[in-house]
């Protein structure tokens, strides 16, 4: 099975930089994923980490280490639109495919 | 050309109606899903069809009826619902079918807020 943990609730200022960490424990390991969803909107795709280390696109930075179970999303120079839910996500094989369990969402408010 | 589209965008039906949700996409992509989102929870899949069959149905309740007509269309067909079942529901697409290999990212639609009254 798969267990995926997020902080709930993270505030953070303008302009400053935000890391949210997402833990995880499956059979298996096929990717992790990171997906950005504003309130009332459809989630939107920022990152896949399937090696471990540091993938960098733009502002936003995704981590991986496969051995500790562990990945982090890295937010710099924040702007009030990136006031969003942050979900992990990682595949669980069932029944010969891979269906992409999402954790509960780490919910970041970034006020001035 | 990233677009998942979904019609309608808000729904209200009764428990004893009948009504469909669609969904759409010109990317080419091969795997198509539907999603229930409730508030301040993540989404959960339904079902996803892959080369146009259905290849995983999470024991949902046959009041929801997935169907697709084609590789770019996708419906949800609702029938006898129950209060509970009030969610976003959301449909994404994939460039390939979720199995062995590379899992490809999905793209989400905007979803249909339905409310069941």
């Known amino acids: 099975g798969q267990n995926i943990d997020q902080p709930t609730e993270m505030t953070a200022t303008e302009g400053a930089i935000v890391q949210i960490n997402c833990t995880y424990q499956?059979?298996?390991?096929?990717?992790l994923f990171w997906y950005q969803q504003h309130a009332g909107e459809a989630p939107t795709f920022l990152s896949y980490n399937v090696l471990d280390g540091l993938e960098e696109k733009g502002r936003f930075s995704s981590f991986l280490s496969r051995s500790k179970g562990y990945s982090y999303l890295l937010l710099k120079e924040l702007q009030m639109k990136d006031s969003a839910s942050y979900l992990c996500?990682?595949?669980?094989?069932?029944?010969?495919?891979?269906?992409?369990?999402f954790g509960a969402g780490t919910r970041l408010a970034v006020h001035p | 050309d990233t677009e998942v589209t979904q019609t309608p965008k808000h729904l209200v039906m009764g428990m004893t109606n009948k009504k469909s949700l669609k969904c759409e996409q010109h990317?080419?992509?091969?795997?198509m899903y539907w999603y229930k989102q409730k508030a301040k929870k993540p989404p959960e899949l339904m079902f996803v069809?892959?080369?146009?069959?259905?290849?995983i149905n999470e024991s949902v309740p046959s009041r929801f009826s997935p169907e697709c007509p084609n590789s770019s269309l996708l419906n949800l067909h609702l029938h006898a619902l129950q209060p509970e079942d009030s969610a976003l529901y959301l449909c994404?697409?994939?460039?390939?079918?979720?199995?062995?290999?590379?899992?490809?990212?999905?793209?989400f639609g905007p979803g249909t807020r339905l409310t069941v009254t």
């Open positions: 990317m080419g992509h091969r795997a």
């Open positions: 996500a990682v595949p669980l094989w069932s029944g010969g495919y891979n269906k992409l369990i």
């Open positions: 994404a697409s994939s460039q390939e079918s979720p199995g062995q290999g590379r899992v490809y990212e999905q793209y």
């Open positions: 499956t059979s298996g390991f096929n990717g």
């Open positions: 069809y892959s080369y146009e069959k259905l290849s």
